[in-house]
């Protein structure tokens, strides 16, 4: 009898976790907005305080890094670097908290947080099967429309899949706009610590 209590016990507990939002302390990942044209690479240490985040834009077939934000633990500064010019240009930003370029952290919370359960699960073809859906709605009452958004994580592994914005016009009973970011290149694992590497001479940076 007691050792039925234990298996229920952990049974509910990996079936809670299962249902939460990953949230690793750890995590790299690419996200494909703006429908392909632009990609953004995180590297983000949570234990460590390290992230860096690179904007890279797609053109003709041509991947180019066109901006970098790195957290400096030490002394608690996010370092902007901008490429698109001749030289590259490096701002420096004080009150920039760590979770400015922490981007799944704020994806967890705009979705009701890493305890919310999720709200369906949806046979997708980009999940290669199930995925569970966080949804949120809100009205944007000067549009005149309603915005669904809506996070899908793979129910197999819990590997975050893709989020999309529905834009819909109430009045007229029709979709308006639909976006959608893909993830792809989940990763717990080490992260190198080439990552963090500053690509300049910090020394030459201005205050923003």
Same mark, same amino acid.
């Given at each position: ?28 990942? @690419?996200? =494909?907005?703006?429908?392909?044209? !632009?990609?953004?690479?995180? /590297? #983000? +240490? ?6 860096? %985040? ?32 001749? @030289?590259? =240009?490096?701002?420096?930003?004080? !009150?920039?908290?760590?979770? /400015? #370029? +922490? ?6 919370? %705009? ?98």
């Amino acid at each position: 009898m007691k050792n039925l209590l234990i298996l229920l016990f952990l049974c509910s507990s990996i079936c809670f976790i299962a249902s939460q939002i990953p949230n690793p302390q750890r995590y790299q990942i @690419t996200i =494909k907005e703006n429908d392909g044209f !632009d990609e953004r690479e995180l /590297s #983000i +240490d949570r234990i460590l305080k390290k992230g860096s %985040s690179k904007l890279y834009k797609l053109k003709n077939n041509q991947r180019k890094l066109v901006q970098q934000k790195m957290y400096h633990p030490g002394n608690n500064r996010t370092y902007k670097i901008d490429f698109e010019g001749f @030289t590259p =240009k490096c701002t420096i930003s004080e !009150d920039s908290p760590f979770d /400015s #370029i +922490d981007y799944w952290s704020q994806i967890v919370k %705009s979705y009701g947080g890493e305890n919310k359960k999720y709200a369906e699960i949806v046979v997708d073809d980009d999940c290669n099967g199930e995925c569970l859906i966080w949804s949120e709605e809100y009205i944007s009452q000067l549009l005149g429309i309603n915005v669904y958004k809506r996070l899908f994580v793979r129910k197999a592994n819990m590997r975050p899949i893709k989020k999309d914005r529905i834009l819909y016009d109430a009045k007229a009973k029709e979709t308006k706009f639909e976006f959608s970011d893909v993830f792809v290149n989940w990763n717990l694992g080490e992260i190198s610590e080439s990552e963090y590497e500053f690509p300049m001479d910090v020394k030459t940076c201005s205050d923003e």
